[in-house]
């Protein structure tokens, strides 16, 4: 065979053996394979997960974030739509919400030094008197997924503690959730105060009691059921700055 046609058919076969990398680590993602020893699904028992296969990846030469954008960001989109349409349920997605994280752990330190650029900030954090965290938790996964860099301020946060947030990363997006009736009107005087001191920050809304009506009346710039919104929401932000 001419020497050209012998080192083309080698590039072509390292392209899609390169390319195996990065479509495994969607697989893992989807599938909830965070890594090795993980039991989880019990169909994938054994092989190598999120964890090994993007610390491979690495190795191989792939940048972070490649990753994030081609394996991960679509893995996790996919599993946000497939939750949207109620063909998988809350257990799945935190596997692969975890599964992620296996993967994000080796590629945090490349974001964290600067070297990669995320798509924005977003602060997120369940309101004041309120200690619900597991739907808030899988949102921010699921935006640290599509390319955010996410501070997670956890529960019972009170006005204060976004605004210090926000007054260090001035532009960042907030994300409130509520999860009883009664900490659902905190919502209210947590947009007000953010409104007052960041008049231009963007809130997103959500949990479970939260609904469009009372997103629009309480004066927050968008509400979403479930995290693949609020992901789509952020993104359609970052593309409108
Ligand atoms: Co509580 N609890 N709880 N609880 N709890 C509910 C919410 C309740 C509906 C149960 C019931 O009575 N049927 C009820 C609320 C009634 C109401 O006000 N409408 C209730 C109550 C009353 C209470 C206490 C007051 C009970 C008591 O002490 N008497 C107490 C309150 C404590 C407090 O917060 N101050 C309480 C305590 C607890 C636990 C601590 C025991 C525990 C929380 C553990 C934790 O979160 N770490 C707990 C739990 C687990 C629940 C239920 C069973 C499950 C909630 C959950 O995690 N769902 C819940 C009943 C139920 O929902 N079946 C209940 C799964 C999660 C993935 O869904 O959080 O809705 P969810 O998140 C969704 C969406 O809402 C959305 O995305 C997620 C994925 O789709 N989403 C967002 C959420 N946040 C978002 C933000 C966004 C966008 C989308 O943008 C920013």
Known sequence: MPIIFRVFKKSCFNIIKMNDVLNQISVCVEAGKINKSSPYPPSMKGQDGADELSMLALQKGFKPDEILEKALIPAM????????????????????????????????PFFQSGETRRRGT?????VTG?????????????????????????????????????????????????LLTTTMENMKMIVNDIKSKHQKTRILVGGAPVTLD????IGADFYSPDPQGAVNYLNRMSLSI
């Open 77 to 108: 989109a996919n599993v946000g739509s497939k939750f949207s349409r109620k063909e998988i349920y809350v257990p799945q997605m935190l596997m692969s919400a975890k599964a992620m994280g296996g993967a994000m752990i080796h590629l945090k």
């Open 122 to 126: 977003f602060i997120i954090g369940t």
């Open 130 to 178: 309120d200690l619900h965290d597991i739907g808030k938790n899988l949102v921010a996964m699921m935006v640290e997924g599509g390319g955010w860099e996410v501070i997670d301020l956890g529960v019972d946060v009170s006005s204060e503690k976004f605004i210090n947030a926000l007054n260090d990363k001035p532009g960042a997006i907030v994300g409130l959730s509520a």
């Open 214 to 217: 009372y997103c629009k009346k």
